[in-house]
């Protein structure tokens, strides 16, 4: 199982998760999180008054899928959350030791 | 009118002619208390007392860092109960009963004397209550305006005693000095609505503030973002729409006169608007909802003093200087100096009430407010008007600084450092926005 957290410009979420349920990805976790990367930030003026805001809005979405999947979903993801211009965001995908649905109590790929 | 009292004379029985036929003689002077005006009045108060709460108190807050949002509206909440008993106590007395030369009467102590008859010498068709009124909410905005200077870092017990000292030793001279028969009015400076009484004299008490408490933590170097710009909009339109009662209401009465002051009124703000979005698209890249609205205020501040004096289209004029002019104020002035009036109560009221205040000495329209200005041949009006700027700058700045000194002698005008960083909503008033 991999752990694949994205963090994506918030605009291209229904189309990141189209695509995603489209290749069999029934779940996910999405957080409104602020920061910056080669984007750096932008300027605001307030008459006159200027401020570089370096940490812009994103999102953070996780997706828990199985391991022959993953590359898939990166994939997809990549394709879907991509625009070509600074600031399209992330992808980072890390093995998942364990899972667990705690209704049930199914665990790993079960849990899925 | 007519028709009203042809209808009363005939259901009236014969014996009410009688009745009224006996009375007739113990009215002295009857009573000119016109029905129109009077509505038209009592209309207008309300839409003055509206800018103040909520108009400004929007406009404010949402300028403000979420940390003191609540505390900024305290503000003007305060100034609302503690003026309006003020002014009924001794305020209207001092400014409008009597015209002496520097201070009305005490004649009107806690409205002495006033009856359901009685009217003021200055609006004779309205009863003498609703033009005591009507001037409560002057009082009010003003005391308010001036806290925006301060706003992030005044102690809001020190606010009190400031609003109620600045009320009684800066205000209520001015008013009676350019409204309630003083000096300055006797003299034929000009004044409609306020850009001396109101707009300059909270501008410049403003500045003086800003310049004593010092600058907020964090001014130059931190993000001091404003809070909800969209509340500042909101605030605006109040603002707007109440300042039709400003202006108009001061006609002191439902005619033609108040109405071409509403039209310059709403151009002026226009013009303002557009102006600062204006400048600010051509030098910055986009036009700025912030720029709009403050082009927006500027204008209605600047046109303040000239409507009821100028023709309609002069505001379009006058709005285009105002929103010239207050945004170099803003943007370059408070630079250059190195003050933070943080709210740019100076930068907008202040600049906006002495430029309104010296084009009305150059646009004033005898047709309309029965003044001649510079344009029709009349440059003496320029001067008095100069006059009157000067009087009100040099009062209104050294009274203000005094009284601040005298102020922060008893208890601390500002929050201590931490309560600053934690913010005013929750230090002053135990409450904060989630």
């Known amino acids: ?112 | 009118m007519g028709a009203r009292s042809l209808r009363a004379a005939r259901t009236a029985a014969p014996i009410f002619v009688a009745v009224v036929g006996l009375a007739t003689p113990a009215f002295a002077a009857p009573s000119d208390i016109n029905t129109a005006d009077t509505a038209w009045m009592i209309v207008a108060t309300a839409l003055v007392l509206m800018m103040t709460v909520p108009g400004l108190a929007l406009f404010y807050s949402g300028m403000v860092r979420k940390k003191n949002v609540l505390a900024t509206m305290a503000q003007s909440l305060a100034a609302v109960m503690i003026i309006s008993i003020l002014w009924v106590a001794f305020g209207y007395s001092l400014v409008f009963a009597g015209d002496g030369p520097w201070l009305g009467s005490l004649d009107r102590l806690f409205l002495a004397g006033m009856t359901m008859d009685s009217v003021n010498p200055a609006a004779k068709t309205i009863p003498e209550a609703l033009f005591m009124l009507y001037q409560m909410t002057f009082a009010i905005i003003t005391v308010a305006l001036v806290a925006g200077s301060v706003a992030d870092r005044m102690r809001f017990s020190a606010y009190l005693l400031f609003s109620v000292l600045w009320f009684v030793f800066v205000y209520v001279p001015l008013a009676h000095w350019v409204w309630g028969g003083g000096f300055l009015g006797a003299m034929g400076v000009l004044d409609f609505a306020g850009g001396l009484v109101v707009h300059l004299s909270a501008g410049v008490g403003g500045l003086v503030a800003a310049k004593v408490m010092g600058r907020r933590q964090g001014y130059g170097t931190e993000n001091l973002s404003p809070f909800d710009l969209s509340l500042a909009v909101v605030g605006t339109g109040l603002l707007w729409v109440g300042w039709f009662g400003f202006n108009g209401g001061s006609a002191l009465a439902a005619n033609s006169r108040a109405v071409m002051a509403i039209i310059a009124t709403h151009l002026a703000a226009c013009a303002g608007a557009l102006t600062w979005g204006g400048i600010e698209w051509s030098v910055r890249r986009k036009p700025s909802v912030l720029g709009m609205i403050s082009g927006a205020v500027a204008g209605l501040g600047t046109i303040t003093p000239a409507s009821g004096f100028v023709a309609p289209w002069h505001g379009i004029v006058i709005g285009l200087i105002a929103g010239s002019l207050c945004y170099w104020a803003c943007t370059s002035l408070k630079l250059r100096f190195d003050y933070d009036d943080s709210l740019d109560v100076f930068g907008v009221h202040g600049i906006g009430g002495m430029t309104g205040t010296l084009l009305t000495g150059v646009f004033a329209t005898a047709a309309i407010g029965g003044t001649s200005g510079l344009i029709e041949g009349n440059p003496q009006q320029l001067l008095l008007q100069l006059y009157g700027v000067a009087v009100t700058l040099v009062w209104s700045a050294g009274v203000t600084y005094a009284l601040l000194r005298l102020v922060g002698a008893f208890v601390a005008l500002r929050v201590s450092k931490e309560h600053e960083m934690e913010g005013l909503d929750i230090t002053q008033h135990g409450e904060a926005l989630q």
């Open chain 1, 1 to 112: 199982m991999k752990l694949v957290v994205a963090i994506i410009k918030p605009f291209k979420l229904d189309e990141f998760r189209q695509g995603l349920t489209a290749i069999g990805v029934h779940g996910m976790t999405v957080t409104e999180v602020k920061g910056y990367g080669r984007q750096k930030g932008h300027t605001e003026i307030y008459r006159g008054a200027e401020y570089v805001v370096n940490f812009l809005p994103k999102l953070r979405i996780e997706i828990a899928v199985a391991s022959e999947l993953a590359d898939r979903a990166v994939e997809v993801i990549t394709s879907s959350a991509r625009t070509g211009q600074i600031g399209d965001g992330k992808i980072f995908v890390t093995p998942i030791d364990h899972a667990l649905r705690i209704r049930t109590g199914e665990t790993d790929s079960d849990a899925l």
